[in-house]
């Protein structure tokens, strides 16, 4: 009996140091790819190079501009970044996207989007939610990573909307100043 309880305490001990040792990531937030969050629009233009380019905010949001750069996507399976600049805060955001036009088929996207989870639960740990809504013939999933400084990463998928049937995008957001 005692030997059942020294396993049992043991298994217990384990799941908690993976779960901590997974966890332990997630203190800060740092933007992925070369550019920091904070950088201004103009230091990542330098950094990125012709790699970026301007990208018209539709509707324009004042106090916001945004670069894309389609080489700078440190993930596999996406197509690129836009990266969010707000006048005095710097980056702010950024947005890996992907979407069927991307793919030979709409199975390969969805294929790739499934992939995505398992690469960031390996990198940030199990999410802190992973919901999922269904509007008409479209599904939805947001799963979320919280960050102890208040950053957060999402990872959205949207499968079957009509003229973009399999789309996913992986979102970082700074930690509010």
């Known amino acids: 009996m ?15 140091a993976i779960s901590a040792y997974a966890q332990q990531n997630r203190a800060k937030l740092d933007a992925p790819g070369k550019v920091a969050f904070g950088s201004s629009y103009e230091q990542a233009s330098g950094v990125l190079g012709k ?11 004042p106090g916001m501009k945004a670069l894309l750069c ?8 996406v197509e690129g970044f836009t990266m969010y600049f707000q006048d005095n805060g710097g980056l702010v955001r950024l947005e ?33 939610s992973n919901a999922a809504a269904k ?19 999402q990872h959205i998928s949207n499968i079957s909307k009509p003229g973009r049937p399999c789309t996913y995008t992986v979102v970082y957001k700074e930690a509010s100043r």
């Open 70 to 77: 389609d080489k700078c996507a440190p993930l596999p399976n």
């Open 51 to 61: 790699d970026a380019e301007p990208y018209a905010l539709d509707p324009p949001q």
């Open 135 to 153: 509007k008409g013939d479209a599904s939805e999933r947001i799963a979320s990573f919280k960050f102890a400084d208040g950053a957060l990463i």
């Open 96 to 128: 890996a996207f992907a979407m069927a036009g991307g793919f030979k088929t709409v199975d390969e996207c969805q294929k790739a989007d499934k992939d995505m989870m398992p690469k960031l639960v390996e990198a940030y740990g199990k999410p802190d």
């Open 2 to 16: 005692n030997k059942v309880l020294a396993v049992f305490a043991l298994a217990v001990v384990t799941c908690l």
